[in-house]
C-alpha cells in the first residue's frame, strides 16, 4: 500500500493591518513528498477568494501570497483569515487537504466629531460640523449637537467631512449695539463604521454684533410766532 501524501499550508504569524493599499500576508505550502506528474494545489480563503499553484516536479514548497484588504485605516476590517489547501493530481495515489487561519489585528484610529461657530454675511451665526474622516462607504455617521440648548441631530453620508448649520442663531441689530451670546456643543457621533469616536463635550461659545440701526434725531420749531 501507498504512503498517503500529507500538505500543510501555514499563514504567517498574525498580522497587524498594514500601511500600504492592499494588505497582503504570505504563506506556504509543504508536502511530504515531491510531486512527479503534472498536478495543483488550490488555495480556498475564508473570503470565498480561491488561487490555484501549479505543482512543478521535484518541487515540495510552495510560497503564495494573500490580500487580506485589512489595511492601516479608520474603518472596522475582518479581524481574522483562513485557508485551505487542496492537493490534485501530481502522480500521488491519495489526495490530501489541510487549513490554517491567522488573526489580522486592527490598529486603532480615532475619528472626532468637532462643531465650530462662523458669522455669516448676513450677521447671523452658522454652526459647523466637521468629521476628521468620513464615513465608510456605504454607511453614514450621525452627530447630535446643542446650539443654546437646543438640540439638533445631522446625518454624514460616505463622502462627507463637513456640514454647515445656517443661520442656526439670528443676530438682531438694535440702536446700542447688543451682542448676541451663542454657545455649541457636540453631544453624540454614531455610525460610520469607525474604530473608534470621540467627541469634545466642551461648549464653544462666542459673543456676536451687527452693524447697530442708527439713532434717528428730528427737531421741531414751533409754528410761525408773532411778535
Do not use: C
Not at 460640523?129 to 447630535?144: R, W
Not at 451682542?179 to 464653544?204: I, L, M, Q
Amino acid at each position: 500500500a501507498s504512503t498517503p501524501v500529507e500538505i500543510t499550508v501555514e499563514l504567517a504569524d498574525d498580522q497587524e493591518s498594514t500601511g500600504d493599499s492592499i494588505g497582503m500576508t504570505t504563506g506556504t505550502v509543504t508536502l511530504s513528498a515531491a510531486p512527479i506528474a503534472d498536478g495543483s494545489i488550490t488555495l480556498t480563503f475564508g473570503d470565498g477568494s480561491s488561487q490555484t499553484i501549479d505543482l512543478v516536479a521535484g518541487k515540495t514548497e510552495y510560497a503564495f501570497d494573500y490580500v487580506h484588504g485589512n489595511t492601516e485605516d479608520v474603518y472596522l476590517d475582518a479581524e481574522g483569515m483562513s485557508v485551505t489547501a487542496s492537493l490534485n493530481g501530481g502522480g500521488f495515489a491519495d489526495t490530501a487537504t489541510a487549513s490554517d487561519s491567522a488573526s489580522v489585528a486592527d490598529t486603532i484610529d480615532t475619528t472626532t466629531a468637532s462643531v465650530a461657530l462662523v458669522q455669516n454675511a448676513d450677521g447671523n451665526v452658522d454652526v459647523v460640523l466637521t468629521l476628521s474622516s468620513a464615513p465608510q462607504s456605504g454607511t453614514s455617521a450621525t452627530v447630535t449637537y446643542e446650539v443654546n440648548g437646543q438640540s439638533y441631530t445631522h446625518t454624514f453620508t460616505d463622502g462627507a467631512t463637513s456640514w454647515t448649520h445656517s443661520n442656526a442663531v439670528t443676530v438682531d441689530a438694535d440702536a446700542y449695539g447688543t451682542a448676541t451670546s451663542v454657545s455649541a456643543k457636540v453631544t453624540g457621533f454614531e455610525g460610520g463604521n469607525y474604530e473608534d469616536r470621540a467627541f469634545s463635550t466642551a461648549e464653544v461659545e462666542g459673543s456676536y454684533v451687527v452693524a447697530s440701526t442708527p439713532v434717528e434725531i428730528t427737531v421741531e420749531l414751533a409754528d410761525d410766532q408773532e411778535s
